[in-house]
C-alpha cells in the first residue's frame, strides 16, 4: 500500500529546532515532487516548501531562511529541518508527494509541532 508516514513532530521552546520526517512506503521518490504543507485552526492550509524532482526549493515567505526542505531518494524519505522555531509556527505539518506521471498523491497524516514560549 502506497502510503506516507511521518515522524518528528513535537514540543520545542521558541528559538529551538526539529526535524520532520516522512516515510514513503510502495513509492520511488525520484518520480514525486514532494512539499510539506501546515494548518492551524481557522486558517487555511498554507504552503511551507516545496521541492521538484529537479531539486529546485520553494518557501513560504515566513519560513524562508529557517526551514528546508530536502529528501533521500535511497530512504524514500522527506525531511523538514525547522530552526529558530517561533509562536506563529505551531501547527499540523502534512507531507505531500505527487507523482509526476500520473498526478496521484498521496499525503502524511500531519505530526504536530508546538512551540513554547
Known amino acids: 500500500q502506497v502510503q506516507l508516514v511521518e515522524s518528528g513532530g513535537g514540543l520545542v521552546q521558541a528559538g529551538g529546532s526539529l526535524r520532520l520526517s516522512c516515510v514513503g512506503s510502495q513509492m520511488n521518490f525520484n518520480l514525486y515532487s514532494i512539499a510539506w504543507y501546515r494548518r492551524t485552526p481557522g486558517k487555511e492550509r498554507e504552503l511551507v516548501a516545496s521541492l521538484s524532482r529537479s531539486g529546485s526549493a520553494v518557501y513560504a515567505n515566513s519560513v524562508k531562511g529557517r526551514f528546508t526542505i530536502s529528501k533521500d531518494s535511497a530512504k524514500n524519505t522527506m525531511y523538514l529541518q525547522m530552526e529558530s522555531l517561533n509562536p506563529a509556527d505551531p501547527a499540523d505539518y502534512y507531507c505531500?508527494?505527487?507523482?509526476?506521471?500520473?498526478?496521484?498523491?498521496?499525503w502524511g497524516q500531519g505530526p504536530q509541532v508546538t512551540v513554547h514560549s
Open positions: 505531500h508527494a505527487v507523482h509526476a506521471a500520473s498526478g496521484f498523491d498521496h
